[in-house]
């Protein structure tokens, strides 16, 4: 199950085995926006309040194109007594 704020791998396209965090997901559509992952850019028009030009941000990925990446465990491996 991906979650807001886990790590994952994109598993296709043209960010294929790049790591990054989950920021947003949108559960009707199955996407989700990576942080760093699959940016696009967005023309943006002069406003009272902000500067306009070319923004780079972020874009949704389907969750099928991503993978859960498993923390190692730090705990230790327990023997078997002979």
């Known amino acids: 199950?991906?979650?807001?704020?886990?790590?994952?791998?994109?598993?296709?396209?043209?960010d294929k085995k790049k790591e990054g965090e989950v920021i947003e997901i949108d559960r009707p559509n199955n996407r989700v926006k990576v942080k760093e992952i699959n940016?696009?850019?967005?023309?943006?028009?002069?406003?009272?309040?902000?500067k306009g030009g070319i923004v780079s941000k972020e874009n949704?990925?389907?969750?099928?194109?991503?993978?859960?990446?498993?923390?190692?465990?730090?705990?230790k491996k327990t023997e078997a007594k002979k």
């Open 1 to 14: 199950m991906i979650k807001k704020g886990l790590k994952v791998v994109v598993l296709t396209g043209k």
């Open 39 to 50: 940016m696009v850019k967005k023309h943006v028009k002069t406003t009272k309040e902000k």
């Open 60 to 75: 949704f990925i389907h969750i099928s194109n991503l993978k859960l990446v498993e923390e190692k465990s730090t705990s």
